[in-house]
T-cell receptor
């Protein structure tokens, strides 16, 4: 089975600073990995995904993530935080051996300080 | 525009009543999913369906029921057997069960009084 651990349930950064949200996964087979963003009382919006192509994945709104198999990590980064980035971020993993069922992390709430 | 709609956005019910949450998609996706979201717990899978007239239990199916009579629709009923139904409910779809990417609706916040 797969699982996801998001380190840090709350992260605060200053506007313009680097955003780093951590995600480590567990999977016995090559995984698919995703980052979603959720604004208050809204659904999840796909930021980016890794599906076994390039290990550095670029997403929307200037976010990117790098798949590191040796570290079983898929950390999300953005060079310069914007106030509009304040939201909840979820990492998720799926794999073909479990019918592509999604397993979500518990989320990281990002606060951007002006 | 193609997408997933969920209605209503906010729903209030008295304890002991069954309630049905709507989920409709016009993406022509075969697979649909229901998740429950609680603070600090991420999303947990309730039910999923890979095709019309077929659905499977997820990790927390007890107290819930679904139907899939049409490709576009996957309603979720929260029954009185669900012990703690107050939560945010999210519907999602994917092209097929074999497709790795899921797309989410805006969610319904259910509060049981």
């Amino acid at each position: 089975a797969q699982s996801v651990t998001q380190l840090g349930s709350h992260v605060s950064v200053s506007e313009g600073a680097l955003v780093l949200l951590r995600c480590n996964y567990s999977s016995s087979v090559p995984p698919y990995l995703f980052w979603y963003v959720q604004y208050p009382n809204q659904g999840l919006q796909l930021l980016l995904k890794y599906t076994s192509a390039a290990t550095l994945v670029k997403g929307i709104n200037g976010f990117e993530a790098e798949f590191k198999k040796s570290e079983t990590s898929f950390h999300l980064t953005k060079p310069s935080a914007h106030m509009s980035d304040a939201a909840e971020y979820f990492c998720a993993v799926s794999a073909t051996n479990t019918g592509n069922q999604f397993y979500f992390g518990t989320g990281t709430s990002l606060t951007v300080i002006p | 525009d193609g997408g997933i709609t969920q209605s209503p956005k906010y729903l209030f019910r008295k304890e002991g009543q069954n309630v049905t949450l709507s989920c409709e998609q016009n993406l022509n996706h075969d697979a649909m999913y229901w998740y429950r979201q609680d603070p600090g717990q991420g999303l947990r899978l309730i039910y999923y369906s890979q095709i019309v007239n077929d659905f499977q239990k997820g990790d927390i199916a007890e107290g819930y029921s679904v139907s899939r009579e049409k490709k576009e629709s996957f309603p979720l009923t929260v029954t009185s057997a669900q012990k703690n139904p107050t939560a945010f409910y999210l519907c999602a779809s994917s092209i097929a069960l074999s497709s790795p990417t899921q797309y989410f609706g805006p969610g319904t916040r259910l509060t049981v009084l």
